[in-house]
């Protein structure tokens, strides 16, 4: 499968997921560029950040903390280190 046929297929399957959690959505052309496929893309690479920021965390990198208003941990750079 060639790089066109297959960045095609894995849009298509974006859009199609994105369908099957919202069987009601419409959207234009670039509504479901840049809505559907772009959320759906951030939804599967939450795990991957999510590993990153853990490793960036154990080495010293960035550090965790709490935000007024924010539910979970907030990341930013560890300053100690720099």
Known sequence: MCDWEGRVKKVAQEIERYLEEHPNASDSLEGIA???VSRQRIRNELDVVQAALEQLSHSGIVTTGRDKGEQGPV????NKNH
Request: glycine share 0%; hydrophobic share 45%; aromatic share 42%.
């Open 75 to 78: 990341y930013r750079l560890n």
């Open 34 to 36: 840049t809505w559907w």
